[in-house]
């Protein structure tokens, strides 16, 4: 086995064990003592792989949005209009986090204790997502199909309009916990919205 091979897997080992104690203790009250001892290893040797916790916590995260990005370019090739498409990148977005939400069984409160973090990594999402959605939009507008635009302000609009739907969902909810999420009824929000701001556009 190559060391790069025994890097990677020894990375994945901790990245699942300091999952379990993010959520078991919140991301504030972990230690690297924690996670540490939850895979049986010396903290120092967990610091041969990691500086601290918050690097281990923004790794996982980032190789997250990095297989989501993947997966959606796979997928948009293989459908038809730009519609369809712009379509699939809200709803594809959606699941994703709502499954690694439950999955991960991440709590309102550890969001909330990690949100430094998730700020600088959420926008490097955001502006990668504004990009495919601008990319798509400037397809739609050579083939015909929407009407010529200020593509990427419509991008920025299009991405923005359904972010403030799931803010004012989570205001609204005043939820303390993922389960109190409607997650359905966001979902049917989001659809119609888009359906409503890419009706606009069209040609």
Same mark, same amino acid.
């Given at each position: 086995?190559? #060391? ?11 990245? $699942?064990?300091?999952? $379990? ?5 919140? +991301? #504030? ?20 792989? !990691? ?5 281990? &916590? ?9 297989? =989501? ?26 699941? !994703? !986090?709502? *499954?690694?939400?439950?999955? %991960? ?12 973090? !998730? ?22 507008? *050579? ?14 609009? %299009? ?7 799931? +803010? ?14 409607? =997650?359905?009824? &966001? #979902? ?16």
């Amino acid at each position: 086995m190559k #060391e790069a091979t025994k890097t990677d897997y020894k990375k994945d080992q901790i990245h $699942k064990a300091a999952w $379990k104690c993010f959520v078991q203790h919140g +991301f #504030e009250k972990t230690t690297m003592d924690d996670i540490a001892s939850s895979i049986g290893m010396k903290k120092a040797s967990l610091y041969y792989y !990691f500086e601290n916790k918050e690097a281990i &916590f923004k790794e996982v995260i980032e190789d997250e949005v990095d297989l =989501f990005i993947k997966t959606t370019d796979d997928k948009l090739t293989k459908l038809t209009t730009s519609t369809e498409k712009l379509f699939y990148i809200f709803k594809s977005q959606f699941d !994703f !986090f709502r *499954e690694k939400i439950i999955v %991960l069984d991440l709590s309102v409160k550890l969001l909330v204790g990690a949100r430094s973090i !998730f700020h600088k990594m959420h926008k490097n999402f955001i502006d990668r997502k504004i990009a495919l959605i601008d990319t798509i939009i400037i397809e739609g507008i *050579e083939n015909g199909e929407f009407k010529n635009c200020d593509h990427r302000q419509v991008a920025e609009l %299009l991405h923005a309009l359904v972010e403030s739907i799931g +803010f004012n969902r989570l205001q609204s909810a005043r939820v303390h916990s993922i389960e109190d999420i409607n =997650f359905e009824k &966001f #979902e049917n929000k989001v659809k119609y919205a888009l359906n409503t701001f890419i009706y606009g556009i069209r040609s």
